[in-house]
């Protein structure tokens, strides 16, 4: 990947990430949400999850950013409703 600038990761952050020696999962997790954070408004996030993961994720399979990745893209998915029955008469 050259160092032109990514739309995907305007300020580096996940190409910085899979650079740093002896990075933890915590780290990784805060790079993570700064980027979400900086993506471009409207921008797909598990497209670009996917994006990153298809750039990085063969060559890095076992960098604590590619879990925190392929962990982003599972809780990226429409929520599920949890629960009972919640309807009840208050009288």
Not at 18 to 47: H, K, M, N
């Amino acid at each position: 990947m050259s160092r032109t600038r990514d739309p995907l990761d305007a300020k580096g952050l996940i190409r910085e990430a899979y650079r740093i020696e002896g990075i933890t999962a915590g780290e990784c997790r805060s790079i993570f949400l700064d980027w979400v954070l900086s993506l471009p408004e409207g921008q797909d996030v598990v497209a670009a999850i996917s994006t990153h993961l298809a750039r990085r994720a063969e060559g890095f399979a076992d960098h604590p950013m590619t879990t925190v990745l392929r962990q982003g893209l599972e809780r990226a998915a429409p929520p599920r409703r949890r629960g009972g029955w919640r309807s009840r008469n208050r009288d």
